[in-house]
C-alpha cells in the first residue's frame, strides 16, 4: 500500500492528519481476517494540485526505496546529487490462493498486505521515511512536482504505476487522482469548497474544478468523509451513488485524556488565564470575520470577554479587521504541534468553530472528546458529526449571523456547558438519537459521541472500498 506522503512532509493539517491516521489504521488492520483482501497491492497515490504549492519540505534526496518493516526513523536517507538507480518498489506480493486482481475476493488473505507510502516530489523525498508511522515502507522515484503535475494535468501520459511499481489499485488521497496503466483508481474528495465557496480557496484549491472531474473519470470509487460530501459529489458531477462511499474521520485516542494548562505552560505560550479559542488555518472559509464581528459586539457591551486564541499556521486572503477591539482580545498561538493542541483546546472556555463550510469538522470533535463547550456553524458537515449532541455539548448558529453567535458565545462565557441549551434541539429528541436526556452530564455525552468515531474504523471502511474497487 502506498500512501500519498507530501502532506506528511510539513506540518500535519487536515488532510496530512488524515493520511497519517489512515496508514496507521490500515497498518493495525494487517494480518486482520476481517480485512480480507487478496489483491497484489494497493498504492496510495498523491493529490498533484497541492505539490507545486508545497514542494515538500525536507532536504534534497535520492530516490527511497522500500525496506522490510520500514517504519519512523528506520530508513537510511540518501545524500544530495548521489547518482542511485531508482529500484522497482517490491510491492507486487500475490495473495496465495493464485486469484488474480480482478477475481479478489473478500476472504481472508494467506499473506498480509504490504504498506508503503510515495512522495511526488523531487525536495522533500529524502524526509518521506522519517515522516511515516511504524510499519510503512517507502517507495518513490525522485521527480519534480511541478513536472508531474503538468504532465498529469494534460493527459494520460506517465501513469503512476512507473513511479510506484505495479499496483492493484492506486488511491489519490488529496483530491488528485494521477494516470493509470493497470491499476484501479480510489479518489479521495475532502470538500467542495471549490465549487461552493470558490471566493474563499487558494489558486491551487481553485485548480480542482478541472482535476477533480479528470480523476473522477479515472476512478473506480469515491471516498468522501462526510454524507454530505458524499451527497455533493453525487449531485454535483453526476455519478452513481454506489461508486461513493463516506468514510468518516476518527479522533485519536490521546484527546480523551487531553487535560489543560499544566504549571507554566499559559505563559510559555503568551496565552491569558481563560481564553475563547479557533482552531485552523485562517482562510476566508473559516469565517474569521463574522466571529471577529461577534466578538467587537460583545467588548462593546459587557466586561471581562476572554480573549480569542487563533491556534493554526498563516493562511491566506484579506488580514483580519480588529478594529474595535481592544488591545490584546485577538492572540495569535501561531502552529502548535499535537500535544499543545490538546493542552490548549482542553482549557478554552468554548471552541469556536463559525466555518461557511466544511467537508467533515474534526476539531468540534476533538473538543467534546476534551470536555470543551463547542459553539458553530449550523452547516450540513458540522451537523452530521454533532447532531446527537446539539443542544447538549455542542450549540450550532448559522454562519452569518453575528448577532446570533454573540449571543452564543456570552451565554457559554457566563454559564459553561450550561450556555448550549438554546431550544435547537429537545432533550426528547436527544433521547431518541440514543445521545443525551435532560440530566446528561454533558462532558460525558461530548465524550461519547466522540468515541464513536475511531481511525479504526476509516480503516475499514476504506479497505472495504479498496477490495470492491479490485471487483469492478
Known amino acids: 500500500m502506498v500512501l500519498d506522503g507530501t502532506p506528511l512532509l510539513g506540518r500535519r493539517t487536515g488532510v496530512g492528519r488524515y493520511v497519517e491516521s489512515l496508514l496507521v489504521g490500515l497498518a493495525d488492520l494487517v494480518g486482520d481476517e476481517t480485512l480480507g483482501l487478496?489483491?497484489?497491492?494497493?498504492?496510495?497515490?498523491?493529490?498533484?494540485?497541492?505539490?507545486?504549492?508545497?514542494?515538500?519540505?525536507?532536504?534534497?534526496?535520492?530516490?527511497?526505496?522500500?525496506?522490510?518493516?520500514?517504519?519512523?526513523?528506520?530508513?537510511?536517507?540518501?545524500?544530495?546529487?548521489?547518482?542511485?538507480?531508482?529500484?522497482?518498489?517490491?510491492l507486487a506480493t500475490r495473495?496465495?490462493?493464485?486469484r488474480s486482481p480482478g477475481r479478489a475476493t473478500f476472504a481472508p488473505s494467506a499473506r498480509p498486505l504490504e504498506l508503503a507510502a510515495t512522495a511526488f516530489t523531487w525536495r522533500g523525498l529524502a524526509g518521506l521515511a522519517e515522516a511515516l508511522p511504524p510499519g510503512i515502507a517507502p517507495t518513490a522515484r525522485r521527480v519534480p512536482a511541478r513536472l508531474l503535475?503538468?504532465?498529469?494535468a494534460n493527459g494520460e501520459r506517465l501513469p503512476v504505476e512507473l513511479l510506484t511499481g505495479r499496483?492493484?489499485?492506486?488511491?489519490?488521497?488529496?483530491?488528485?487522482?494521477?494516470?493509470?496503466?493497470?491499476?484501479?483508481?480510489?479518489?479521495?474528495?475532502?470538500?467542495?469548497?471549490?465549487?461552493?465557496?470558490?471566493?474563499?480557496?487558494?489558486?491551487?484549491?481553485?485548480?480542482?474544478?478541472?482535476?477533480?472531474?479528470?480523476?473522477?473519470?479515472?476512478?473506480?470509487?469515491?471516498?468522501?468523509?462526510?454524507?454530505?460530501?458524499?451527497?455533493?459529489?453525487?449531485?454535483?458531477?453526476?455519478?452513481?451513488?454506489?461508486?461513493?462511499?463516506?468514510?468518516?474521520?476518527?479522533v485519536d485516542d490521546a484527546w480523551f485524556d487531553a487535560?489543560?494548562?499544566?504549571?507554566?505552560w499559559l505563559e510559555a505560550h503568551g496565552l491569558p488565564e481563560r481564553y475563547l479559542l479557533f482552531v485552523g488555518t485562517a482562510e476566508p472559509r473559516k469565517n474569521l470575520r463574522t466571529l471577529l464581528s461577534a466578538l467587537r459586539g460583545l467588548h462593546g457591551t459587557y466586561p471581562d470577554i476572554p480573549p480569542l486564541v487563533l491556534a493554526g499556521p498563516p493562511g491566506w486572503g484579506a488580514a483580519l479587521d480588529t478594529a474595535g477591539l481592544p488591545a490584546g482580545a485577538i492572540v495569535s498561538a501561531g502552529y502548535l504541534d499535537e500535544a499543545d493542541l490538546r493542552t490548549a483546546v482542553a482549557g478554552a472556555v468554548a471552541l469556536c468553530f463559525p466555518s461557511r463550510y466544511e467537508g467533515f469538522g474534526l476539531p468540534p470533535l476533538e473538543a467534546l472528546a476534551a470536555g470543551t463547550p463547542v459553539i458553530a456553524a449550523d452547516i450540513p458537515?458540522?451537523?452530521?458529526?454533532?447532531?446527537?449532541?446539539?443542544?447538549?455539548?455542542?450549540?450550532?448558529?448559522?454562519?452569518?449571523?453575528?448577532?446570533?453567535?454573540?449571543?452564543?458565545?456570552l451565554d457559554?462565557?457566563?454559564?459553561?456547558?450550561?450556555?448550549?441549551?438554546?431550544?435547537?434541539?429537545h432533550p426528547?429528541?436527544?433521547?431518541?438519537?440514543?445521545?443525551?436526556?435532560?440530566?446528561?452530564?454533558?462532558?460525558?455525552?461530548?465524550?461519547?459521541?466522540?468515541?464513536?468515531?475511531?481511525?479504526?474504523?476509516?480503516?475499514?471502511?476504506?479497505?472495504?472500498?479498496?477490495?470492491?474497487?479490485?471487483?469492478?
Not at 185 to 196: A, E, F, M
Not at 382 to 404: K, N
Open 381 to 409: 458537515a458540522i451537523r452530521e458529526v454533532t447532531g446527537p449532541v446539539v443542544g447538549v455539548a455542542v450549540r450550532l448558529v448559522p454562519p452569518a449571523d453575528a448577532d446570533r453567535l454573540a449571543d452564543a458565545l
Open 259 to 264: 487535560t489543560p494548562l499544566k504549571p507554566g
Open 428 to 472: 426528547s429528541r436527544a433521547t431518541a438519537a440514543g445521545a443525551a436526556g435532560p440530566t446528561t452530564d454533558p462532558r460525558r455525552a461530548g465524550r461519547d459521541h466522540a468515541r464513536t468515531y475511531t481511525w479504526r474504523r476509516t480503516a475499514a471502511l476504506t479497505a472495504e472500498v479498496y477490495r470492491r474497487a479490485t471487483e469492478s
Open 149 to 152: 503535475q503538468e504532465i498529469w
Open 95 to 98: 495473495a496465495a490462493n493464485g
Open 38 to 90: 487478496n489483491a497484489e497491492t494497493i498504492a496510495l497515490g498523491l493529490g498533484a494540485a497541492d505539490l507545486a504549492s508545497r514542494g515538500g519540505s525536507g532536504r534534497p534526496g535520492g530516490a527511497v526505496t522500500p525496506s522490510a518493516g520500514a517504519g519512523r526513523g528506520t530508513s537510511e536517507r540518501r545524500s544530495a546529487g548521489e547518482a542511485t538507480e531508482p529500484a522497482e518498489p517490491a
Open 412 to 425: 457559554v462565557i457566563d454559564g459553561g456547558h450550561r450556555g448550549l441549551a438554546d431550544g435547537s434541539a
Open 167 to 250: 499496483a492493484d489499485v492506486v488511491h489519490g488521497t488529496n483530491f488528485v487522482l494521477p494516470p493509470l496503466r493497470a491499476a484501479r483508481g480510489v479518489l479521495t474528495i475532502h470538500d467542495l469548497s471549490y465549487l461552493r465557496t470558490p471566493d474563499t480557496v487558494s489558486a491551487a484549491s481553485a485548480r480542482y474544478t478541472s482535476l477533480v472531474p479528470r480523476g473522477l473519470r479515472r476512478a473506480a470509487a469515491v471516498i468522501t468523509p462526510s454524507q454530505s460530501v458524499a451527497e455533493e459529489v453525487i449531485a454535483a458531477y453526476r455519478i452513481d451513488r454506489d461508486r461513493v462511499t463516506a468514510t468518516p474521520l476518527g
